[in-house]
């Protein structure tokens, strides 16, 4: 499972309330992503980071913001969570220098917005 | 950016027959074509992928084909197991970019019926 962990693993919480999820990676991969599930639309990006400091924008980043300030890991924060983001956050890491685009999931966060 | 429309949305068949999953695909210099198979309630498995200089792929029961011309690559299963039902998910990579902001297909439900 390419050593990667989530965590909350579950969350409930309510509408306008601030909420950070965590994605940690035991492996020192330069290449990090988090993207949201959800029943219809497959598995949208919302940010990815190419290095310590080095994040840039997905599809859907609108309510997002994210950091990585240590190689092992990336945080997902929600400012001020609104139903609409209720949904499974995926984090994933790419293993290899050479191939970036070769992605790696991590067992994924399930969040209730109420 | 990309855009990958994945069909059929649901495939129903029996132990032993073969299955076979369509993506088409928007960006005529995307490179990198991943499949992923995620059972209920786990995490996307990376089954098989395939970049644009090579037109097939096979991994035991499972091959994927590509055709560039067309703009579209296929997910072929061959002798079909009940652990096979799951969730598979194509995706394609917009070219020019190496940070792999991977966009997925809205996936395929499996079943096989023994």
């Known amino acids: 499972d390419a050593g990667i962990t989530q965590s909350p693993r579950h969350k409930v919480t309510e509408t306008g309330t601030p909420v950070t999820l965590r994605c940690h990676q035991t492996e020192n991969h330069r290449y990090m992503y988090w993207y949201r599930q959800d029943p219809g639309h497959g598995l949208r990006l919302i940010h990815y980071s190419y290095g310590v400091k080095d994040t840039d924008k997905g599809e859907v980043s609108d309510g997002y913001s994210v950091s990585r300030s240590k190689t092992e890991d990336f945080l997902l924060t929600l400012e001020s969570a609104t139903s609409s983001q209720t949904s499974v956050y995926f984090c994933?890491?790419?293993?290899?220098?050479?191939?970036?685009?070769?992605?790696?999931f991590g067992p994924g966060t399930r969040l209730t917005v109420l | 950016g990309e855009n990958v429309e994945q069909h059929p949305s649901t495939l129903s068949v029996q132990e032993g027959d073969s299955a076979v999953i369509k993506c088409t695909y928007s960006?005529?210099?995307?490179?990198?074509f991943p499949w992923y198979k995620q059972e209920l309630g786990k995490r996307p498995q990376l089954i098989i992928d395939?970049?644009?200089?090579?037109g097939e792929k096979k991994d035991q029961r499972i091959a994927v084909t590509l055709n560039k011309t067309a703009k579209h690559f296929s997910l072929h299963i061959t002798e079909t197991q009940p652990e096979d039902s799951a969730v598979y998910f194509c995706?394609?990579?917009?070219?020019?970019?190496?940070?792999?902001?991977?966009?997925f297909g809205q996936g395929t439900i499996l079943t096989v019926h023994p």
């Open positions: 395939i970049r644009s200089n090579v």
């Open positions: 960006d005529s210099a995307s490179n990198y």
């Open positions: 995706a394609g990579i917009a070219g020019g970019t190496s940070y792999g902001k991977l966009t």
């Open positions: 994933a890491i790419s293993e290899s220098e050479a191939l970036p685009n070769e992605q790696f």
